[in-house]
């Protein structure tokens, strides 16, 4: 890009930000099956009506911007409640999962070269484990073991993993639930193992925390995950996802305060300018994500949170039962929560191509690779989308018998 001689108008910038999104697909229909999390356009304008109301504001000044840290504990308070945690637990508002992982995992290390001393740490995890894991341990200098799943049920191999646990692992890791299948891990038989061994447990409820405890309410099964499980000790939860608020919010909760002011807390004072105190990654901080979040809690209320877990777990029922109906699809089991596979039934039948064919109908797919497969993450907006979708599935069934997609190998989108 050229940067023009004189500034453009806004009619003309709208103008060429429309036309650049002209070939994106389309989350107002419910076509995507990832990236978003949508209820519908009032509480989008609530969103960014107090997203602009704090658009220029900075978090990491919290002397200079008093409101926005009551706002922050106001949302803090809110999700350390619905998740069991303890009187004295303690939370950081953060930009994303990948940022409240990366935190947990550094805590871990710090917790754990402080009290045991070690100085080559690793974390033994379930090969579900979200990718944010290895990550923040590539960045971190630490060890992460992935272990297979049990083979019926994709979940947490409680013995698998505990047979790679040695005098250098610090911590384990637990899903609530895991993103490739939608199932909880058995974070209660692995917080027994973290207390036996002394080690860290994280639980990854980016997911599924802020939508778990209302299914939970509607009469759905759903197994303990959070801290009322003991051995837990720091928990991830996307207030972004199904929080349903604006993007770039998300939770990292501690059991204790101590743990945040002892090992997870950067407090600077090399430098001519005095201390520098940081709980995340970031240094500045978007004011904005903060408010946003806020509005949506108070904007949805426990009503509203109750209605969107209600839409999702209607909207997979309906979706669940129409996909049994097509010939040659079935859907892996079990399935949890708004997560689902679709896969082949037939031999004869390459799921790769059905979603070639989908793609083609103007259907974003997220592509399953172990075991091939169509993945689905629902939200309440995908209500929408139901009886286009399964119709559309059929044709590409079709489609796909009679050679008119391609097959090809099959690739996450995330």
Not at 80 to 86: D, V
Not at 327 to 336: D, H, I, K, R, T
Request: glycine share 10%; aromatic share 10%; charged share 25%.
């Amino acid at each position: 890009m050229k940067l023009p001689e004189k500034g453009l108008a806004w009619p003309e910038i709208e103008a060429r930000l429309n036309d650049a999104k002209k070939d994106d697909f389309s989350w107002r229909e419910g076509r995507m099956a990832v990236y978003y999390y949508y209820l519908d356009d009032e509480l989008a304008e609530v969103q960014k009506r107090a997203y602009a109301a704090f658009w220029t504001e900075n978090s990491l000044g919290k002397r200079a911007f008093p409101s926005l840290a009551k706002l922050e504990n106001d949302v803090i308070d809110f999700g350390l409640a619905l998740m069991n945690a303890p009187e004295d637990a303690a939370g950081t508002f953060t930009s994303g999962g990948s940022e409240s992982i990366f935190l947990a995992v550094q805590t871990a290390r710090d917790w754990a070269r402080a009290t045991k001393g070690i100085e080559r740490p690793n974390f033994v995890v379930p090969r579900t484990a979200h990718p944010a894991f290895s990550r923040a341990g590539h960045a971190l200098g630490i060890d992460v073991r992935r272990v297979p799943t049990t083979r019926n049920d994709f979940k947490a191999d409680v013995g698998a993993i505990a047979s790679r646990i040695d005098d250098n692992t610090i911590g384990l890791v637990g899903s609530a639930p895991c993103y490739p299948f939608g199932v909880f891990d058995p974070i209660r038989e692995l917080g027994a193992l973290a207390q036996s061994r002394g080690l860290w447990l994280h639980v990854d409820a980016c997911v599924g925390g802020f939508l778990s405890p209302y299914v939970k309410r509607l009469g759905h099964a759903v197994p303990d995950w959070d801290f009322s499980v003991p051995g837990v000790m720091s928990l991830s939860a996307d207030l972004h996802k199904h929080g349903m608020a604006a993007k770039g919010a998300s939770l990292m909760m501690l059991r204790a305060k101590e743990l945040k002011e002892k090992h997870q807390t950067f407090d600077f004072r090399e430098w001519e300018r005095g201390p520098y105190v940081a709980w995340t990654m970031q240094g500045t901080r978007p004011g904005g994500a903060i408010a946003a979040a806020w509005a949506t809690l108070n904007y949805l209320g426990d009503e509203g949170y109750l209605r969107c877990a209600r839409m999702i777990m209607d909207n997979k029922k309906a979706l669940i039962d129409g996909i049994g109906r097509i010939p040659g699809l079935a859907v892996l089991e079990p399935s949890e929560l708004s997560i689902f596979v679709t896969r082949s039934a037939d031999p004869a039948l390459d799921i790769g191509a059905v979603s070639d064919a989908m793609g083609t109908r103007g259907w974003l797919i997220g592509r399953q690779v172990e075991p091939p497969g169509i993945h689905m993450h629902l939200n309440p907006s995908h209500e929408r989308m139901v009886g286009d979708y399964l119709g559309d599935l059929a044709w590409a069934v079709g489609q796909a018998r009679q050679g008119g997609a391609r097959p090809r190998e099959a690739g996450s989108t995330y």
